[in-house]
Nanobody
Framework: QVQLMESGGGEVQPGGSLRLSCTSS????????MAWYRQAPGKERAEREL??????????DYLDSVKDRFTISRDIAKNSLYLQMNSLKPEDAAVYYC?????????????WGQGTQVTVSA
């Protein structure tokens, strides 16, 4: 079981920045992957977008619309995942979720945090 706790959301003006944090109850160095997702207002859970991810081989990947604005990073010593968001746009407003995947005996299991709200408005 992996427990995830996000923080750092809030309200900013367009062009502003926020840094989201996610703390894991487990050693993130042992996780198969970690990612940030977002769920925009009015969207269903199944419509959550993958924003940024640390893949199983420690590579990174981003949603096209956030490339060059968002940066995913991690601190294994602190069991924490981060998302630095710069040049925020109104369309970035959403609930942002931290997600972790474990792999055991070939089976992948996903865990989710409770989400943190990001609001972008003038």
């Amino acid at each position: 079981q992996v427990q995830l706790m996000e923080s750092g959301g809030g309200e900013v003006q367009p062009g502003g920045s926020l840094r989201l944090s996610c703390t894991s109850s487990k050693n993130i160095g042992h996780l198969y992957s970690m990612a940030w997702y977002r769920q925009a207002p009015g969207k269903e859970r199944a419509e959550r977008e993958l924003v940024a991810v640390f893949t199983s081989d420690s590579g990174t990947d981003y949603l096209d619309s956030v490339k060059d604005r968002f940066t995913i990073s991690r601190d294994i010593a602190k069991n924490s995942l981060y998302l630095q968001m710069n040049s925020l746009k109104p369309e970035d407003a959403a609930v942002y979720y931290c997600q972790a995947t474990t792999r055991r005996y070939g089976q992948l299991t996903e865990y989710w945090g409770q989400g943190t709200q990001v609001t972008v408005s003038a």
